[in-house]
């Protein structure tokens, strides 16, 4: 396993078949919160967050073209990443599948989203999943 320093107490894990996470340092003390039966919707709606994964677009498509400028000739890259939310609305947690891209595009990405803070969800916690595809344009 190969650790990437992402900021202080934070680590860029890698793991199998291209599977990353991040865990930061807790930014708020929540109680605690009943799993969901379908860990992928999370336990409680967020007001703003198509607004706040909206604006990790530009940063996504920053990290897209700085990898670009390392790998010219790189195919198409997947990048699926689930983001926890904690009570505060702070990124806590972010875990990604990957497939085209580097580790250093990858922590770009995870900068981005740990960067952002949402409205604190209902129901104390949640899950954001965000699925980004990067394609070369001409």
């Not at 650790?3 to 680590?11: G, P, S």
């Not at 919160?33 to 709606?45: I, M, Q, R």
Request: with cysteine; charged share 20%; aromatic share 6%.
């Amino acid at each position: 396993m190969k650790d990437v320093d992402l900021e202080a107490n934070a680590i860029l894990a890698l793991q199998q078949e291209r599977g990353y996470h991040w865990r930061g340092p807790t930014s708020a003390i929540c109680p605690p919160v009943k799993a969901p039966k379908d860990p992928s919707t999370g336990t409680g709606a967020i007001s703003n967050a198509a607004h706040v994964v909206a604006s990790m677009r530009p940063g996504f498509r920053a990290c897209f073209q700085d990898f670009l400028g390392r790998l010219p000739a790189a195919p198409p890259g997947k990048v699926r990443l689930s983001m926890h939310v904690d009570c505060a609305g702070k990124v806590s947690e972010v875990h990604a599948r990957v497939s085209g891209i580097d580790e250093q595009a990858v922590a770009c990405m995870f900068r981005t989203a740990v960067e952002r803070t949402f409205d604190a969800p209902e129901g104390g916690a949640s899950i954001v999943n965000v699925p980004v595809t990067f394609v070369r344009t001409k």
